[in-house]
């Protein structure tokens, strides 16, 4: 076991003890430690993936292939910056970049299939070429940093890519052997060759090893992403079953049952969606679903609506709902059963809901605590959809 130490948080690596005896795993556990960019991460996960293939070797090519593919999801779904962004909105992340690019050029969806996105980083592979060349400039050999300097001989870790690579092949097997090591090829060629122990640990310990990665990668997003909701959900498409809207379908029509309630864009027969998308609250709150046409519910997709054109047409109907919960046995009723799915949220339960509420209080508690939500999301990436 390892108790890998970052920011005074610890996560405990398990590997099977009997690996201690051949491999630095301490060194192994400290790949990931201080990050410039969240490359590591992405790299790692990949070399991780790839050996799960059986695989003995891989090109820079194959390996950054694969690190695209896997930030796709979150990048394109949900908006994650995967290293924030510089003062004057500027995208610093090259593997985001590369990430944007190739969706600007394939036109593919943000939930494509991994190997949708592969077959398009191949027909588009010259165009991606100076992004994939900036993930290879420092990462490869940053990543076995670790391992450095542990043993009889010692480098200065702001030495060269070319130094740094000689060093981790001189180096390698002397006392320990390495995870992988560097070919003599040049450029996006240029392969790593994997260690036969490490590909045994590594598979033995799958996933233990891919739990830690994403741990570690969440913790890393999450820091650039202070205003993301619920980011441990944003690396990768997720069951529908997370969806959990059934209590509010029924409380909704209750409500109809007893008034006139409208689709807040058409004034037409309704389904339920979210004014704020559900990709970046990542929750069915009841504060946030509405009426709405299901013929718009694909138009609108996972954008915002005009917060000025139609928040107070979405408010008066949650207002609607809300004094038919406070007057009506059956629509409280009703309402109750939205408790474990749908009313998580303390302000919601608390001040929105709370009988004795005037309109004016309604809409002033409801957009006070949305407004915020709305303008993050803006901010993160997401765009206005005009009806």
């Given at each position: 076991?390892?108790?890998?130490?970052?920011?005074?948080?610890?996560?405990?690596?398990?590997?099977?003890?009997?690996y201690?005896?051949?491999?630095?795993?301490?060194?192994?556990?400290?790949?990931?430690?201080?990050?410039?960019?969240?490359?590591?991460?992405?790299?790692?996960?990949?070399?991780v993936?790839?050996?799960?293939?059986?695989?003995?070797?891989?090109?820079?090519?194959?390996?950054?292939?694969?690190?695209?593919?896997?930030a796709?999801?979150?990048?394109?779904?949900?908006?994650?910056h995967?290293?924030g962004?510089?003062?004057?909105?500027?995208?610093?992340?090259?593997?985001?970049?590369?990430?944007?690019?190739l969706?600007?050029?394939?036109?593919?969806?943000?939930?494509?299939?991994k190997?949708?996105?592969?077959?398009?980083?191949?027909?588009?592979?010259?165009?991606?070429?100076?992004?994939?060349?900036t993930?290879t400039?420092?990462?490869?050999?940053?990543?076995?940093?670790?391992?450095?300097?542990?043993?009889?001989?010692?480098?200065d870790l702001?030495?060269?890519?070319?130094r740094?690579?000689?060093?981790?092949?001189?180096?390698?097997?002397?006392?320990?052997?390495?995870?992988?090591?560097?070919?003599?090829?040049?450029?996006?060629?240029?392969?790593?060759?994997?260690?036969?122990?490490?590909?045994?640990?590594?598979?033995d310990?799958?996933?233990?090893?891919?739990?830690?990665?994403?741990?570690?990668?969440?913790?890393?997003?999450?820091?650039?992403?202070?205003?993301v909701?619920?980011?441990?959900?944003?690396?990768?498409p997720?069951?529908?079953?997370?969806?959990?809207?059934?209590?509010?379908?029924?409380?909704?029509?209750?409500?109809?049952?007893?008034?006139?309630?409208?689709?807040?864009?058409?004034?037409?027969?309704?389904?339920?969606?979210?004014?704020?998308?559900?990709?970046?609250?990542?929750n069915?709150?009841?504060?946030?679903l509405?009426?709405?046409d299901?013929?718009?519910?694909?138009?609108?997709?996972?954008?915002?609506?005009?917060?000025?054109?139609?928040?107070?047409?979405?408010?008066?109907?949650?207002?609607?709902?809300y004094?038919?919960?406070?007057?009506?046995?059956?629509?409280?009723?009703?309402y109750?059963?939205?408790?474990r799915d749908?009313?998580?949220s303390?302000?919601?339960?608390?001040?929105?809901?709370?009988?004795?509420?005037?309109r004016?209080?309604?809409?002033?508690i409801?957009?006070?605590?949305?407004?915020?939500?709305?303008d993050?999301?803006?901010?993160?990436?997401?765009?206005?959809?005009?009806?």
């Open positions: 076991m390892v108790k890998y130490d970052s920011q005074k948080i610890d996560y405990q690596l398990h590997i099977d003890s009997g201690y005896n051949t491999l630095d795993i301490e060194g192994f556990s400290r790949m990931m430690k201080d990050p410039s960019y969240c490359y590591k991460f992405y790299w790692l996960e990949a070399i993936q790839l050996i799960s293939e059986d695989r003995k070797e891989a090109s820079y090519d194959e390996i950054i292939n694969e690190m695209i593919s896997n796709w999801y979150s990048v394109l779904e949900f908006h994650v995967l290293s962004i510089w003062g004057d909105g500027e995208i610093k992340d090259s593997l985001e970049k590369a990430v944007l690019k969706h600007k050029l394939s036109d593919l969806s943000s939930n494509a299939s190997v949708e996105i592969k077959n398009k980083i191949v027909e588009y592979n010259k165009e991606l070429h100076g992004e994939k060349m993930l400039q420092n990462v490869p050999y940053k990543a076995l940093s670790g391992f450095a300097n542990r043993y009889s001989e010692r480098i702001n030495s060269s890519a070319g740094m690579m000689a060093y981790y092949n001189r180096i390698n097997g002397i006392e320990s052997p390495l995870p992988y090591t560097f070919g003599e090829q040049k450029g996006l060629e240029r392969k790593i060759i994997f260690h036969e122990s490490w590909i045994k640990m590594i598979q310990n799958m996933v233990a090893i891919l739990g830690w990665i994403q741990y570690e990668k969440v913790r890393w997003l999450q820091n650039n992403n202070p205003e909701p619920g980011l441990v959900y944003k690396l990768a997720l069951d529908d079953k997370m969806r959990k809207l059934g209590h509010v379908r029924k409380l909704w029509e209750g409500v109809l049952d007893m008034t006139s309630i409208v689709d807040v864009f058409k004034n037409e027969p309704y389904d339920v969606d979210h004014f704020i998308p559900w990709s970046f609250v990542m069915d709150e009841l504060w946030n509405m009426p709405m299901s013929s718009l519910n694909s138009s609108k997709s996972n954008r915002l609506p005009q917060w000025d054109k139609f928040f107070m047409r979405f408010a008066l109907n949650q207002y609607t709902m004094e038919l919960v406070h007057e009506k046995a059956g629509i409280r009723k009703l109750e059963s939205c408790y749908n009313l998580h303390i302000w919601a339960s608390q001040e929105l809901y709370r009988k004795g509420n005037s004016e209080e309604f809409y002033g409801l957009e006070r605590n949305m407004r915020p939500v709305y993050s999301s803006r901010r993160q990436g997401y765009e206005v959809w005009i009806l």
